[in-house]
């Protein structure tokens, strides 16, 4: 059962961050890239301890 959680969260925080760098185009610079995955991989975290 956590196993599963933890798959959703992985794959929910995908879906949140890997649309995005295609959104703006191959123009992003990587600060951004990398300040985007942060906030992802921080909204993740919050969705699995919610």
């Known amino acids: 059962k956590r196993h599963i959680s933890e798959k959703r969260t992985s794959v929910f925080g995908f879906i949140l961050v890997g649309p995005i760098p295609i959104v ?11 300040l985007l995955v942060f906030i992802g ?7 699995w301890v919610l």
């Not at 991989?41 to 969705?47: C, R, V, W």
């Open 24 to 34: 703006f185009g191959k123009n992003v610079s990587r600060e951004i890239i990398i």
């Open 41 to 47: 991989i921080i909204l993740t975290l919050l969705a």
